[in-house]
């Protein structure tokens, strides 16, 4: 059963006198366990679509689903106690909170849905070996690397058990050791089952996904498979679509 589903979502801002249209039409399904990355020029309207998608923002027409519910027009005590319970989120930014060890910054989700502390540290244990985070949960973000803070994000979101991680340009700030690394632990999290929605800008990012979705002008424009390709070959066939992408008038979508 299709895990998530948009259905013409229309976005359409209206900044002043004027009107922009963010999203045209986006129509799409995602099934559970996918990893799916959303690529496109700046201003194509990919935040958009991952706001709408987390609750974030509200679409202007169209429906949208998980899991089976529906998050058209969710009012926004129950959008914010929705993304507490079934949303993870990783920023390009972190967003980690300067004033609270790591270890309580990764447990913050869970004292807003008051879990007792017994059941927080059952699941940080495991998570905090995986991420390699365990001596660094004691310390202040300010006193870790920008790798090493990313990694505490992923386990804030990680820690609820979400039933999607979204990611916005979660390899943004990190160099490229850093951002390999959290690719790969991207890529594990996903193979034990988890749903993965990640925008970036950056094809060797989208290369660890499963699919990547191209948006532009508000729609989807085209979308490739890996399928059983390495990752080297899709890496290319993503260049090859971003470049299709750059170069075309945008009044013919690219044939996959
Ligand atoms: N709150 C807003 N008010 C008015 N226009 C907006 C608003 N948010 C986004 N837009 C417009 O909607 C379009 C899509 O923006 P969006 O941020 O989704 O693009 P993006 O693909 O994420 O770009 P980038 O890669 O630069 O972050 C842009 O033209 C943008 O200027």
Redesign the pocket.
Known sequence: MAFLTLKHIQ?I???GN?Q????KDISLTVDAGEYVAIM????????????IIATL?QASSGKITLNGRDLTKLPEKAAAQYRREHLGFVFQNFNLLDSFNNQDNIFLPLVLAHTPLQEMQRRLAPLAQQLMITKLLARYPYEISGGQRQRIAVARALITQPELLLA??PTGALDSHNATQLLKLFAQVNQAGQTILL?T?SAATASYSRRTLF?KD?IIYHELYRGTQSQTQYLQKINTSLTALMTSGGEENVKA
């Open positions: 976005r801002f209206e900044p004027n922009v249209v963010a999203l496109g020029e700046s201003g194509a309207g990919k935040s958009t679509l991952l706001n923002d916005d340009e925008v800008h948006i508000g």
